[in-house]
């Protein structure tokens, strides 16, 4: 092709992109005095899909639709401040600004003066800042380019001038240097409930889960803190700057929800979690209903992108558009399931359930419903011991599954399954090629299920460790994360590491019922018996909850304190819970109680009932402490082989193993 073609093809090119910029900036003028007027009315009325209009935008100017729609409304309203005599409240209504406020906050933002400001300029000045921010404007790709190249070479500087100056320095001193936060780094806080209601607390929740979730799915954010943890800072006395450390993010989001009538208005800013600068702040209006709602979620993330210099691929950009279910009342329910489920308890559990089953009822595509009805049937089956344990089994399966043909690229949906196949089917042949997979991705679990638990229970202790090491790097406000780093320690033999980890973290997790739980068994290993009751003792008097596990340190610590009968008594009680065939693996904490006090062919006749009830519990054959004893008896090896640890060529250990 000739060069004058290509230049024919270019100038057409060109020519065609500032086509579709006009027509743009004619139909925002059309439409200028309407607040309602953004993405999706612009979009329509250009016959395009929000996501093609995005990234036409993005690859001509560099810069997001509604920062488009914005700069031009506020270049508008700099003309009608010069040429008229209006005051700066007036023009935000008329250049579609609901709030005279959050329009003297961007004016300024972008103009760097306020709009009261511009009677005392002259022409002169006021026309140079239009051509200035309308250049700023086209060529944002170009400066953030330049700016990249800057940021790069002054890195590169400070890198060459930090090694210069370490390179005189003891290497223990090099290692005491601490990281920074990474900027492109987020926490959004709990949005405040101002409804006056709080009943509705549910719907101020399940925005703040639901912004989060789509945050998530950039992969150019460093770090989003999850929701279950952001939940501990719902009520708190804490400065922006302390939950900032705390969290290890560098921005903040803070704000409240409000409702009026069938509208529902969202009041955001962005927080530098180092200065407590304010950084950004928008207001969002829509009514009530699913399509509005997912449109605010979608549109605070695209936000909250651009004003952290985020950039959101095309792939992550329609998913953060995809809109779970078109149905409001099917939405509505799954937030109040929601709702429930994150109060973690037996009664919450059984509030949530026919919300979820409601919500699928209304919509049965709705796939974030079958994933919050599952977990909480797997999660109820597990050790806690709310759900019969192969019933509930059955029933998460099915619901996940249903959810993967609805949704079959989703990873939470795979990991709760092959999190069930390890606890529930003991199905290594099947888990250990999802475990190799995974332990070579950066994907995050939820939970430490398949990348934590799994190897430290198949004896890959530092490979649990690594990982884990990923996942409190990621949230490090998950107490879990820290316990089963422990367990690995332990089973390495460090227990001064221990020790400190535990000193460290205990204080921050005094109120968490899965941390207490677990650190009262590790304690009890580390014969640290005091600090083990002291835990025990905390979740006696603070949750109603009393699984197996619990009714079984009851009993070991009655023996241990001479009372006799009080331990028959809990020991009784676990016995009974067995003929009831409830959940908790009751049958595998007597087997522990009979290898406690050292009656070893009593532990056998119950590992042995255990294995029968597939109890979950039996995955930690191979690693339970108080079984070492008898690891090299032939019952405990065929145990072992039943269990399906020999099918992944995993042999077992010996009693002379640590």
């Not at 953004?38 to 990234?55: E, K, P, T, V």
């Not at 601490?178 to 209601?197: D, F, H, R, W």
């Amino acid at each position: 092709m000739s060069t004058g073609s290509n230049l024919s093809i270019r100038f057409k090119e060109k020519s065609s992109q500032d086509m579709l910029v006009e027509k743009l900036k004619d139909e925002i003028e059309a439409n200028l005095n309407n607040e309602q007027f953004g993405i999706d009315s612009l979009a329509q009325s250009m016959g395009m899909s929000r996501s093609s209009l995005h990234r036409k935008l993005h690859k001509h100017l560099g810069i997001s639709t509604s920062q488009f729609i914005r700069e031009y409304r506020l270049k508008r309203a700099l003309d009608i401040l010069k040429r008229e005599e209006v005051t700066a409240s007036e023009t935000a209504y008329r250049v579609g600004f609901s709030s005279p406020t959050y329009f003297n906050t961007c004016f300024h933002k972008f103009y760097g003066f306020t709009p009261g400001e511009v009677k005392l300029r002259n022409n002169v000045e006021i026309e140079g800042l239009i051509q200035g921010a309308s250049a700023a404007t086209e060529k944002t790709g170009t400066k953030k380019r330049t700016l990249w190249i800057a940021l790069v070479i002054i890195a590169m500087i400070s890198v060459a001038a930090y090694l210069y100056s370490t390179t005189f320095k003891e290497n223990e001193q090099i290692g005491q240097i601490q990281p920074t936060e990474g900027e492109k780094s987020i926490a959004v806080m709990p949005l405040k409930n101002l409804t006056g209601n709080p009943d509705l607390d549910y719907i101020s929740d399940g925005m703040t889960d639901a912004i989060i979730s789509r945050l998530a799915k950039i992969s150019s954010l460093e770090k989003v803190i999850p929701f279950m943890s952001i939940l501990n800072y719902k009520e708190t006395d804490n400065t922006t700057k302390e939950i900032a450390t705390e969290l290890g993010v560098a921005r903040m989001l803070q704000g409240n929800l409000q409702i009026s009538g069938n509208q529902i208005k969202i009041n955001l800013q962005l927080i530098d979690g180092h200065s407590n600068d304010h950084l950004w702040s928008e207001e969002y209006i829509k009514e009530w209903k699913s399509d509005e709602i997912f449109k605010i979620q979608a549109d605070v993330v695209e936000g909250i992108a651009n004003n952290m210099n985020v950039a959101i691929s095309d792939n992550e950009f329609d998913a953060i558009q995809k809109v779970p279910t078109a149905n409001k009342h099917a939405y509505t329910l799954y937030l109040q399931a929601e709702f429930q489920r994150n109060k973690a308890s037996k009664t919450a559990y059984a509030h949530a359930i026919p919300l979820y089953e409601k919500a699928i009822a209304q919509d049965s595509n709705f796939v974030e419903a079958y994933v919050g009805l599952a977990s909480i049937w797997s999660f109820g089956g597990l050790v806690w011991g709310i759900h019969d344990e192969q019933e509930a089994w059955e029933k998460a399966k099915k619901l996940l599954k249903k959810a993967l043909t609805i949704d079959s690229t989703n990873l939470g949906i795979e990991e709760e399954l092959y999190t069930g196949y390890f606890y529930y089917d003991w199905n290594f042949e099947l888990v250990e090629p999802y475990y190799q997979r995974i332990s070579k991705q950066s994907y995050v679990d939820k939970t430490p299920a398949i990348k934590a638990d799994y190897p430290i229970k198949t004896g890959r202790y530092k490979e649990a460790i690594a990982a884990l090491d990923t996942q409190i790097s990621a949230d490090p406000t998950v107490g879990i994360y820290f316990l089963f780093k422990a367990e690995a320690l332990m089973l390495l033999g460090k227990t001064d590491e221990i020790k400190d980890l535990l000193e460290s973290v205990d204080p921050l997790y005094s109120d968490n019922w899965f941390y207490l739980r677990e650190s009262v068994k590790l304690y009890y290993y580390l014969a640290e018996y005091q600090k083990s009751r002291q835990q025990l003792n905390r979740i006696l008097t603070r949750f109603p909850d009393y699984p197996p596990i619990l009714v079984w340190f009851n009993a070991i610590y009655a023996k241990m304190d001479g009372n006799h009968d009080e331990a028959a008594d809990h020991l009784a009680e676990l016995h009974q819970r067995y003929v009831k065939g409830t959940s908790g693996s009751p049958a595998w904490f007597i087997a522990l109680y009979y290898s406690h006090i050292k009656d070893y062919e009593k532990a056998f006749e119950w590992l042995q009932k255990s294995y029968d009830r597939h109890e979950v519990e039996m995955t930690w054959l191979r690693e339970e402490p108080l079984l070492t004893p008898i690891r090299n008896d032939a019952r405990y090896k065929e145990l072992y082989d039943k269990v399906g640890f020999s099918d992944i060529g995993l042999p077992p250990k010996s009693s002379n193993s640590n």
